[in-house]
């Protein structure tokens, strides 16, 4: 697979570092409030964050009745331009960078300020699932009828059998074990919603986790994250072809 190069209009909509971690059975999500004493500067806007509970009752000679209720899961952290967003919940750590991409170095620098302090305020126990997730969204001409094979190395196949060949919306998803890394990649790609009568927006959408025990071993965490990053570069270098490397150079 060919090394991804740096693209003057890079695609990346949004990327993600996922942590997913345990704590002490008596943890309390109110602990994650102390985290914004020490980011406010940098991340002023903090919201509190729910799941909802749901269950349904049965009783027999009577309806079914549905009870709902909210469970406080922890808070969202927001830059002032909202481009970076922290999540700090009972599910884990999660760090969000929107467009404009800058690089990875950046991207994962943050990340790393933000899990110390989470580190150190929440003390989990350990880390259970570690992932990265690269969203493109990639603009193509429309120049009388569009072949996405074009474009794309992965495209969805419609049988000569049909019909109608041409598509108006289309999701596929590939998972793909990487077995060199011990990790999955999903890949997901789908037709986004139009925003004119002249291009149309392919969405492709790079997930890499892999599920294992870290205790105390953030070198290692965060090694195997840039293997991911270097993983995630290949994979979009042999999902497009020259045409898309000339749109986005």
């Not at 980011?39 to 729910?50: A, G, L, N, Q, V």
């Not at 094979?149 to 590939?174: A, G, H, R, W």
């Not at 927006?201 to 105390?216: A, E, M, T």
């Amino acid at each position: 697979m060919q090394v991804q190069k740096h693209y003057s209009k890079a695609p990346i909509t949004e990327a993600i570092i996922d942590l997913k971690v345990t704590f002490p059975e008596d943890f309390s999500a109110d602990t994650f409030a102390g985290i914004y004493d020490h980011i406010h500067d940098r991340f002023p806007t903090m919201e509190p964050m729910y799941t909802g509970i749901g269950s349904f009752v049965f009783q027999p000679g009577s309806s079914i009745t549905v009870n709902t209720d909210q469970q406080h899961n922890g808070f969202l952290f927001k830059s002032e331009d909202s481009l970076k967003l922290f999540q700090a919940t009972l599910n884990g750590f999660t760090f969000n960078r929107l467009a404009p991409y800058q690089s990875w170095e950046e991207f994962s620098g943050d990340a790393k300020y933000l899990w110390r302090i989470y580190k150190d305020i929440c003390k989990p126990t350990q880390v259970i699932r570690a992932a990265i997730r690269y969203i493109n969204q990639l603009v193509i001409p429309i120049e009388g009828l569009v072949d996405l094979q074009d474009y794309l190395q992965i495209v969805p196949e419609v049988t000569s059998n049909l019909p109608q060949k041409t598509l108006s919306s289309f999701f596929m998803q590939l998972q793909i074990p990487q077995d060199d890394l011990n990790c999955m990649l999903i890949i997901n790609e789908t037709l986004a919603p139009a925003t004119n009568s002249e291009t149309i927006n392919i969405i492709l959408d790079f997930d890499l986790f892999r599920q294992q025990n870290w205790q105390n071993d953030d070198e290692n965490i965060w090694r195997f994250l840039e293997q991911l990053r270097h993983r995630k570069n290949q994979v979009f270098e042999a999902s497009i072809t020259d045409k898309t490397r000339r749109l986005i150079d």
